[in-house]
């Protein structure tokens, strides 16, 4: 059973930075390409950015290119997403998900998701 869990999340000012966390369980972290989503109220969910299997390459929406970096660490079974420079506009659930085909951008190409964690961003 595939598990995903995110961490990290909370309130912090414009400006500021918070790092997030998703630990997997499950299945070969290693074979899975990741990604984060994020979903504000009465929004859709969104991509945020996304990392393939092996690290190599990274992808980002226009809105976070520059700010937040995405990385994973293999060993440890676990995605991160450091967020810099966040803006009152970030606010929201940020989801990670696991996923092996299709494009990273697509919320269909993920199969398995976490519970999300709540990044409140204030002004």
């Known amino acids: 059973q595939v598990q995903l869990v995110e961490s990290g999340g909370g309130l912090v000012q414009a400006g500021g930075s918070l790092r997030l966390s998703c630990a997997a369980s499950?299945?070969?972290?290693?074979?899975?390409?990741m990604g984060w989503f994020r979903q504000a109220p009465g929004k859709e969910r969104e991509f945020v950015a996304a990392?393939?299997?092996?690290?190599?390459?990274?992808y980002y929406a226009d809105s976070v290119k520059g700010r937040f970096t995405i990385s994973r660490d293999n060993a440890k079974n676990t995605l991160y997403l450091q967020m810099n420079s966040l803006k009152p506009e970030d606010t929201a659930v940020y989801y990670c998900?696991?996923?092996?085909?299709?494009?990273?951008?697509?919320?269909?190409?993920?199969?398995?998701w976490g519970q999300g964690t709540q990044v409140t961003v204030s002004s």
């Open positions: 998900g696991q996923g092996d085909s299709g494009s990273y951008y697509y919320i269909g190409s993920y199969d398995y």
């Open positions: 499950g299945r070969t972290f290693s074979s899975y390409a």
């Open positions: 990392i393939s299997w092996s690290g190599e390459s990274a």
